[in-house]
């Protein structure tokens, strides 16, 4: 499968009032990506492909803005790009007509334009905190913050997910069953195949063997933090390969 980005956009919307905006990017056979918001002039650093949506800080001021999109697997390579247009105007004029009476204005000089730039930035701030909101949200967050609450949970992203797959595995995964053989067995199949099977050692009191014989291609590392988060406690286990 060859590289590709099948989507980019800005999910903000075509006009947008501050200068932080979330890119939804969908891609292929991609490992890493990077942004460029002049025109492709300068590059961000190669990161690694963490889901669909990325935040990106736009060039100061109004007008129409471009984000340039590119994603690689060793030398494949493809891009893409997204724009809108950031009109701060109507988020400035909200917040400057809701300032007390004591600061009524005139519609231009020097006190217009300095209240002007800080209503700008209390936009800013605004956004960043309503996004930051969202992102607290175990089922709303998206991208770095989703992977942020898969480590909390001890549960990581595969590869291959995309926020909306993972979303939809963490959250069964965090509320499954705990501290049980059939828990236990139940984990271990989710990182490897049905195939897995699970049974106590009655002649050992307290170890439990995971039997992955049968179980095909899988991550050991994945398979022991699935073990560790929800074996019963004071448990053994032996995994059998």
Sequence with gaps: MATAITACEI??????????????????????????????????????????????????????????????????????????????????????????????????????????ACAVWLGHFTQSVQKLRSELNPVAARGHWLNVWGRLFGVERKSTESDAVFAQRLIPTVTSPKNTLAALQQAVRAECSASVVVTELEAYPCFVLVDLTAAGAFDLNRVWKSIYRVKPAGAKVVVKQ
């Design 11 to 116: 999910t903000d919307g075509a006009t947008v009032g501050y200068n932080l905006v979330t890119l939804r990017v969908t891609k292929t056979d991609a490992d890493e990506i990077a942004f460029s918001t002049d025109g492709g002039a300068t590059w961000s650093a190669w990161a690694p492909c963490n889901g669909d949506y990325y935040e990106q800080e736009l060039p100061p001021g109004d007008g129409a803005r471009v984000v340039d999109v590119k994603v690689r697997r060793g030398e494949s390579e493809a891009s893409d790009s997204a724009a809108c247009t950031v009109n701060s105007w109507p988020m400035t004029l909200s917040l400057l007509n809701n300032l007390p009476a004591t600061y009524a204005r005139a519609s231009s000089g020097p006190l217009y334009a300095i209240l002007g």
